[in-house]
């Protein structure tokens, strides 16, 4: 008996890819400041060497959708504004090895809120 695909696990969270991949990488994870990056020449997050869990690949070519998918795993779709993917970076939230990077309000904050909304 067929049962169709598997459903995905409960929380999971998986917005828009395309939104991920043309807005979010480059603005929000890789932005051009790369006091503002999470993979910048320090690589904190990069795969290669970086801290944490979080860990992107930043080989060319970038691997987006392996990227996207270790993103996800730092999101909370059911309250955005509390993905530890917003919260860590944000200026006054969670404790942040690399520091804060942006502040409430910030363009970068509503970039990423704005993924929700896709």
Same mark, same amino acid.
Request: aromatic share 10%; proline share 8%.
């Given at each position: 008996?067929?049962?169709?695909?598997? @459903?995905? &696990?409960?929380? $999971?969270?998986?917005?828009?890819?395309?939104?991920?991949?043309?807005?979010?990488? #480059?603005?929000?994870? *890789?932005?051009?400041?790369?006091?503002?990056?999470?993979?910048?020449?320090?690589?904190?997050?990069?795969?290669?060497?970086?801290?944490?869990?979080?860990?992107?690949?930043?080989?060319? @070519?970038? &691997?987006?959708? $392996?990227?996207?998918?270790?993103?996800?795993?730092?999101?909370?779709?059911?309250? #955005?504004?509390?993905? *530890?993917?917003?919260?860590?970076?944000?200026?006054?939230?969670?404790?942040?090895?690399?520091?804060?990077?942006?502040?409430?309000?910030?363009?970068?904050?509503?970039?990423?809120?704005?993924?929700?909304?896709?």
């Amino acid at each position: 008996m067929d049962l169709g695909d598997a @459903p995905p &696990d409960p929380g $999971t969270c998986r917005p828009d890819f395309v939104y991920y991949r043309d807005v979010i990488w #480059p603005e929000y994870l *890789a932005p051009a400041d790369t006091s503002k990056s999470c993979v910048s020449q320090t690589g904190c997050h990069d795969a290669a060497n970086g801290r944490s869990s979080f860990r992107l690949d930043t080989q060319d @070519p970038i &691997d987006q959708m $392996t990227n996207y998918q270790t993103v996800t795993r730092f999101l909370n779709c059911g309250s #955005p504004d509390s993905s *530890a993917l917003l919260t860590k970076p944000l200026s006054g939230l969670d404790s942040h090895g690399g520091g804060d990077l942006f502040d409430p309000g910030s363009q970068s904050e509503m970039t990423f809120l704005t993924w929700f909304e896709q």
